[in-house]
């Protein structure tokens, strides 16, 4: 029997060494890391284990089975393709916050409770943040703070559901919950928010667009996919979900055809991609279920294939938006066969890997006959073949010429492209590997005749319907501009309450502050017992209530100072985590 | 970088005109097969002729003209969170 670790202990301990390695050893040391967690899955038994008794509880860092296997996998296997992908990079901090950021991922797969879930949940959270500060540019630390801001209200959510949880059962022990009770309402809004359900899902197109090159790679991979993960074990057949997801495989179609960043696309059409995992989540029979880990799978590999590419081109150029590309196939082609394998693996052609996994989902609706369900599905993945997978290689490696003569990456960004799209083709053609790690038994045959053909055609008369828009003109031109999401609310929102505490509020304390000075100076005529109440009411007025909006404008500008100093905040918050972390698994020994 | 123009395949409005000729064969042709594949759909009008072939047009330009309406609603100056 050989003996295995936590997966996530060997990532996180791991790149606690990053920064102490140096040339060829480190690049080795990064791409064996995955390695190693990928073998000590391999060795991994079936059961619930690495049980540590904290604090009268029990936590267990080694939750077993099929469906949280499925997942381990693939986020080990896009661990090392996005290591491969970020080796040119000299950043430590990046690699370190990539391989903190996918322990914690893999932390979140096989916790067995509540507790150390929460726990892997912030590590998880925090280490993405430094992947979008990382881009050192002032847009993306404002956006790496919005998304902090996003996920820490995500995470308090879980939180005090957790602990009304634990106080109405007594054990931290968690598996299938249901929405029933007010605990179980918060856990499922901090877990939706970040499977990116509407409308808690803005923090997505506004982050990982400013994102780093590489950052992207592993946010499109772990944030959302963990917490479909995380769904499907804890509210499979919810009927909220189905709605939830139907809604969003269609709203993000039509933002990702207006919006002018390609990776912001991406990031649209990532969360329709989500929306069939969630849509299935909710529809929780057995084919539903497969075909939500077999898409989350398929997804993870074409997703980063696409954000790799794009990030090449990004990389190469310094352009992402569509009105400042094209034509880049005449000195990238490797790349944009990359990007072009990746677009049809998400719009589910015959013999990429979407097309095995999405219709999976699709048919369940079907077969519980969902019929508006199935319409929005069906109508969904038209529409990511329009934007996804016509929109982005179109507009960045064909279109109008822009006169860019980038030349391809360098070879490990072209690596580990080329191992992703192999994984895309090799799954399509031979499902088999996908459909032996699901969680339930497989009698599903993708490749009827009908099937095959109804999806060409499908596609390809919504492709006929791209060609006629854009010859006759009625295609809505790419344009530079920002358009508003529900974040609206929150931001503008924010800064209006900034602006109230600043302004108005000031003004009132100031006012009642007069109006009490002037009462006080009439009182002072009368003796003894006003002295007293004068006295109260005094340092009621002057010093409680008056210091109340200079107390919001000081916060609000101490508030200004510590975003500049975002990366250590959050590293003070992170040690704590790994502090707590540690003292468990020292408790395992 | 090249300032050069490289003129590859597809800079010919010839070769893009071809291009597209062989997008409307494959067209028809997947209309064409459509007669011979044996159905077996869940609901009724699956399986009714050329579904999924007027279903993916009309979704697709339906997406379009939607999308521009939203644009007309959302689209704000790059600056406006600045």
């Not at chain 1, 150029?317 to 394998?341: E, Q, S």
Request: aromatic share 16%; proline share 4%.
């Amino acid at each position: 029997m050989i003996k295995t670790v936590p997966p996530a202990a060997i990532l996180i301990a791991g790149a606690l060494l990053v920064p102490f390695l140096k040339g060829r050893l480190k690049k080795a040391y990064l791409l064996v890391l995955p390695t190693l967690a990928f073998l000590n899955l391999l060795y991994m038994p079936a059961g619930r284990y690495w049980i540590v008794e904290f604090l009268s509880y029990d936590l267990i860092f080694g939750r077993v089975d099929k469906l949280s296997m499925a997942f381990g996998y693939v986020f080990v296997l896009i661990t090392f393709i996005g290591i491969l992908y970020a080796l040119n990079i000299k950043d430590d901090s990046q690699h370190m916050a990539s391989l903190m950021y996918a322990g914690g991922a893999l932390g979140v797969t096989f916790a067995g409770d509540l507790f150390s879930l929460y726990i892997f949940w912030e590590i998880l959270a925090i280490a993405s943040v430094f992947l979008i500060l990382a881009r050192k540019i002032s847009t993306s630390s404002a956006a790496a703070f919005r998304y902090f801001t996003w996920h820490f209200f995500g995470g308090l959510c879980l939180l005090a559901g957790i602990i009304l949880y634990v106080m109405n059962r007594g054990t931290p022990e968690f598996a299938y919950i249901g929405l029933n009770d007010g605990a179980s309402i918060l856990i499922f809004t901090g877990f939706c928010l970040n499977a990116a359900v509407f409308p808690l899902h803005a923090w997505l197109p506004d982050a990982y667009p400013r994102a780093t090159v590489t950052g992207a790679v592993f946010m499109s991979a772990l944030t959302t996919k963990s917490a479909v993960y995380i769904l499907a074990r804890t509210f499979p057949g919810t009927e909220l979900l189905i709605w939830a997801g139907a809604f969003m495989t269609c709203f993000p179609i039509f933002y990702a055809v207006i919006v002018n960043d390609i990776r912001r696309v991406l990031a649209y059409s990532l969360i329709n991609q989500v929306g069939f995992m969630v849509c299935g989540i909710g529809i929780g029979t057995q084919l539903a279920i497969n075909g939500v880990v077999a898409h989350a799978f398929s997804h993870i590999i074409y997703k980063a294939l696409l954000f790799m590419s794009t990030g090449a081109v990004l990389h190469m150029t310094g352009r992402i938006r569509a009105t400042d590309l094209g034509g880049l196939h005449k000195t990238m082609p490797f790349t944009a066969i990359c990007c072009m394998i990746g677009a049809a693996s998400i719009s589910a052609f015959p013999l990429f890997s979407g097309f095995v996994s999405k219709s999976m989902t699709v048919a369940a609706a079907a077969e519980e006959h969902l019929t508006i369900i199935w319409l929005m599905l069906m109508f969904a993945s038209a529409g990511v073949f329009h934007h996804a997978g016509i929109k982005v290689p179109f507009f960045v490696f064909f279109g109008h010429d822009s006169g860019i003569r980038a030349k391809e990456p360098p070879i490990n960004m072209r690596l580990a492209m080329g191992i992703a799209a192999f994984i895309c083709i090799f799954l399509g053609i031979y499902p088999q590997p996908l459909y032996r790690i699901l969680p339930h038994a497989v009698h599903y045959v993708p490749y009827t005749a009908f099937h095959v053909v109804g999806m060409l055609q499908l596609l390809m008369f919504g492709a006929l319907a791209f060609t006629v828009l854009v010859l006759s003109g009625y295609y809505p031109p790419e344009m530079r501009a920002v358009n508003l999401d529900t974040d609206w609310f929150a931001r503008v929102a924010g800064r209006k309450f900034i602006w109230f505490c600043n302004s108005p509020l000031k003004r009132i304390g100031v006012f009642i502050k007069g109006c009490v000075s002037r009462i006080v100076g009439q009182l002072k005529t009368v003796p003894d017992r006003s002295v007293i109440l004068e006295n109260g009411t005094d340092s009621f007025f002057h010093s409680g209530l008056t210091s109340l909006p200079n107390l919001l404008f000081v916060w609000g500008r101490h508030l200004r100072t510590e975003i500049k100093q975002l990366s250590w905040n959050l590293a003070y918050i992170l040690m704590p985590f790994f502090a707590l972390l540690a003292l468990m698994l020292l408790w395992l020994s | 970088m090249k300032t050069q123009r490289e003129i590859t395949l597809l800079d010919s409005p010839k070769n893009r005109a071809r291009v597209r000729k062989y997008f409307y064969i494959s067209l028809l042709i997947l209309l064409v097969i459509e007669f011979f594949t044996p159905k077996h759909g869940h609901f009724p009008w699956e399986e009714a002729y050329g579904f999924y072939a007027v279903y993916g047009f009309i979704g697709c330009v339906s997406l379009i003209f939607i999308a521009k309406g939203l644009r007309w609603l959302v689209k704000r100056k790059e600056d406006y969170y600045d």
